[in-house]
């Protein structure tokens, strides 16, 4: 099963097993990772399972869809490599992927 790496803010890190297909998100929720709110349950409308992905990774990943960067524009400190969990499914391919959690989300 692929793993990835999650890095709270305050450098505690968690390595998840994520089953292919499902959202990075419910990965995270899965694991009880700290830092993933998920308040509308991955549906992209609040920007509570906010994360960056490590800089390494960005290129890898699909572009964000245009509802997705528009919730982003909500999220607090976002940055180039901000993506929201809730909208990336695991694959194999992003085996080893690591996501850092913001400082607004503890």
Same mark, same amino acid.
């Given at each position: 099963?692929?793993q990835l790496t999650i890095i709270q803010f305050d450098g505690t890190t %968690?390595?998840?097993? !994520? $089953?292919?297909?499902?959202?990075?998100?419910?990965?995270?929720?899965? @694991?009880? /990772?700290?830092?993933i709110l998920a308040d509308c349950g991955g549906a992209c409308?609040?920007?509570?399972? %906010?994360?960056?992905? !490590? $800089?390494?990774?960005?290129?890898?990943?699909?572009?964000?869809?245009? @509802?997705? /960067?528009?919730?982003?524009?909500?999220?607090?400190?976002?940055?180039?490599?901000?993506?929201?969990?809730?909208?990336?499914?695991?694959?194999?391919?992003?085996?080893?992927?690591?996501?850092?959690?913001?400082?607004?989300?503890?």
């Amino acid at each position: 099963m692929p793993q990835l790496t999650i890095i709270q803010f305050d450098g505690t890190t %968690h390595q998840v097993e !994520a $089953e292919s297909g499902k959202t990075l998100m419910q990965a995270a929720i899965d @694991a009880m /990772v700290p830092g993933i709110l998920a308040d509308c349950g991955g549906a992209c409308s609040c920007a509570t399972c %906010h994360c960056y992905v !490590a $800089e390494d990774w960005a290129g890898r990943l699909p572009m964000p869809d245009p @509802a997705e /960067v528009e919730m982003l524009d909500c999220a607090k400190d976002p940055r180039p490599n901000s993506r929201l969990s809730c909208q990336i499914r695991m694959s194999a391919a992003y085996d080893g992927l690591v996501l850092h959690l913001p400082e607004s989300q503890i």
